[in-house]
């Protein structure tokens, strides 16, 4: 019998967690690999006021398949409220996603990841070590922090399914 091949969604708060000179240029493709080690990648966004951001990194995400979702105001919030929205809305449609993939340490997550999790989803946080809510990460099913070694992380959850 064929095993379930999970559906994911990326969301993404770059206001919360940018790519940077400081910051492996090579992230965005690793949460992909990563997702798709989990299952099926069926849509991946990523929110920000583009026009206050890098514009290199936002046509490379788009190159990566990043839909780059513009919140053009500056008003505080605006990208958390509109990615919570988008989020919901797909949680209530039919098919919804098995897995949800936020990148964000922004505590304002922590009730939709609950929402997520009553109607039986797995949630996965990637976030900044330093700047991550520790209430967000407890409630999550899993988490990591993008400044550590992903490229590791994804060698080894590698290994594990291999051997399973």
């Avoid at 019998?1 to 206001?15: A, C, E, P, R």
């Avoid at 989020?87 to 449609?93: G, H, N, Q, V």
């Avoid at 070590?129 to 999550?140: C, E, I, M, T």
Wanted: with cysteine.
């Amino acid at each position: 019998m064929k095993s379930k091949v999970f559906s994911i969604s990326l969301y993404w708060d770059y206001q919360n967690v940018r790519i940077n000179n400081s910051f492996n240029p090579y992230f965005a493709r690793y949460v992909q690999t990563f997702a798709n080690l989990h299952g099926s990648l069926s849509s991946q966004r990523v929110y920000s006021n583009w026009r206050e951001e890098n514009q290199s990194n936002e046509q490379r995400l788009y190159e990566l398949g990043f839909d780059c979702i513009d919140i053009p105001t500056t008003e505080k919030q605006s990208v958390d409220r509109k990615l919570i929205a988008d989020c919901e809305r797909e949680l209530y449609s039919i098919p919804s996603t098995d897995i949800l993939i936020l990148i964000t340490g922004d505590g304002d997550y922590k009730n939709l990841v609950r929402q997520w999790q009553a109607k039986g989803k797995k949630v996965i946080i990637f976030a900044h070590s330093k700047r991550a809510n520790q209430k967000l990460l407890s409630v999550a099913d899993e988490y990591y922090f993008v400044d550590k070694k992903l490229p590791e992380l994804l060698e080894v959850k590698t290994r594990l399914i291999q051997m399973a």
